[in-house]
């Protein structure tokens, strides 16, 4: 009912001088990218020369840069334990496709979301659901044989989002929204269905990012427990923030194809993952401005149902590879912190695995935005020699002031909330 009355809002005033109209005017101009940097720090105002920045950036992006084969990348995962689906979950991501999966994808589909490059929105999928779901399911098939989805299926608009807090005259300060193809990504959501009930035999406790049942809850109170929890005689303990630089953006595909085999997702599943990922193309939308049609060769897209499952996967590989060193490990998504004792000796070897990581992962960390705060040190100094910020009283997580003494942590959090 309600979006019945709002449907007739906008019908009857949506073009008068109306306050729905100014409603929707401001919010046109909050979306709008007045000024933007160049390479030499010269300021863009026409909407072409930004739409042009945006496009070389993101062009420049989604590029590959790794130079590791596949023999490199084995050898590093051969020191990581990684589970392995059974027989029997292999064989169900790998049974064939159905209808029913089909009309359960576009049943999940959510209304009023912003349509892919074709226009048409799920509203009309849904509605027309019974008839679309056999011809949808007879599509897939044949992409399958062939080895490639249609063109329009792979296509996306991106969108750009400002980041709180960022300098909006930045071009790094936006995050990339991918608009597609609702039919491309009722696909995806086939896919991202079958693979979400296996993910907790996969992906390790410490990831609690997008896997059912886990919460950010619990990174959050264990990190509580290691900061605020008297133990025994005290010794040199750290906690390491890690800033990982536009993470979604840069997975490696080749190393995230050899993740996922290593996980024995069986053949044909991995064929349909690939699928999305063999030429998609993207164009960037600034200020109503739409930039010429580029190729995308990393990344998962944010906006793809498949994305922040496998992303989910991805980091926590780091993980597996530092069992052998002095530290405990907790993930929320692509937010990483890292308990360290022992940091002297601990933090070089694990600056060197977590750059070579990044080497052929794409998982690359800002070091001068990360952060270590000292739950014990005997002696300060020792951490001013590495690369990443020290701060000795707090520092920020998942949204949270966490302050080194308990009796600063609520006036450090609750006042902003009720102001």
Not at 43 to 67: A, M
Not at 102 to 118: E, H, Q, T, Y
Not at 328 to 348: G, M
Request: net charge positive; charged share 20%.
């Amino acid at each position: 009912v309600l979006t019945s009355l709002r449907r007739q809002k906008y019908f009857e005033f949506g073009d008068k001088p109306h306050k729905l109209l100014a409603r929707q005017l401001r919010k046109m101009e909050n979306d709008r990218i007045h000024k933007i940097k160049a390479h030499n720090n010269t300021i863009l105002t026409k909407p072409k020369d930004i739409n042009d920045r945006f496009l070389e950036f993101y062009t420049d992006l989604y590029t590959s840069k790794t130079t590791s084969d596949s023999v490199t990348i084995n050898a590093f995962l051969d020191q990581c334990e990684l589970p392995r689906l059974s027989k029997e979950d292999c064989d169900s991501l790998n049974s064939d496709l159905t209808i029913a999966e089909v009309r359960s994808a576009i049943a999940s589909l959510k209304s009023n979301k912003a349509p892919g490059p074709d226009g048409l929105p799920g509203e009309l999928y849904k509605t027309f659901s019974e008839n679309l779901s056999p011809y949808l399911l007879k599509l897939y098939e044949h992409a399958q044989i062939q080895g490639n989805l249609p063109p329009t299926l792979t296509e996306a608009v991106i969108t750009l989002i400002h980041k709180k807090g960022k300098d909006s005259q930045e071009v790094g300060a936006y995050r990339p929204i991918s608009l597609l193809d609702v039919d491309g990504k009722l696909f995806a959501k086939i896919l991202a269905n079958r693979l979400n009930p296996l993910l907790g035999k996969l992906v390790h406790m410490d990831q609690t990012g997008f896997i059912p049942n886990r919460s950010a809850t619990f990174n959050l109170r264990c990190l509580f427990n290691i900061i605020y929890t008297k133990r025994g005689p005290p010794t040199d303990l750290v906690i390491l923030a890690l800033d990982a630089e536009k993470a979604f953006d840069q997975i490696e595909w080749c190393y995230l194809f050899e993740v996922l085999n290593r996980f024995h997702f069986g053949n044909k599943f991995l064929s349909l993952i690939k699928l999305i990922y063999n030429n998609p193309t993207a164009q960037i939308l600034t200020n109503r401005t739409i930039s010429s049609s580029f190729r995308l060769h990393r990344g998962t897209r944010q906006g793809c149902p498949l994305s922040t499952l496998i992303f989910a996967i991805e980091p926590q590989i780091y993980g597996y590879s530092t069992k052998d060193t002095n530290n405990k490990i907790s993930l929320y998504a692509d937010d990483i912190l890292l308990y360290i004792t022992q940091p002297q000796i601990t933090i070089p070897n694990l600056l060197d695995k977590i750059n070579l990581f990044g080497t052929f992962s794409g998982y690359r960390i800002n070091w001068t935005k990360s952060v270590v705060m000292p739950v014990h040190m005997s002696d300060l100094a020792n951490l001013d020699h590495f690369p990443f910020t020290v701060s000795p009283e707090k520092f920020t997580y998942l949204g949270i002031e966490v302050t080194k003494q308990y009796s600063s942590l609520f006036q450090a959090n609750f006042p902003p909330l009720i102001e």
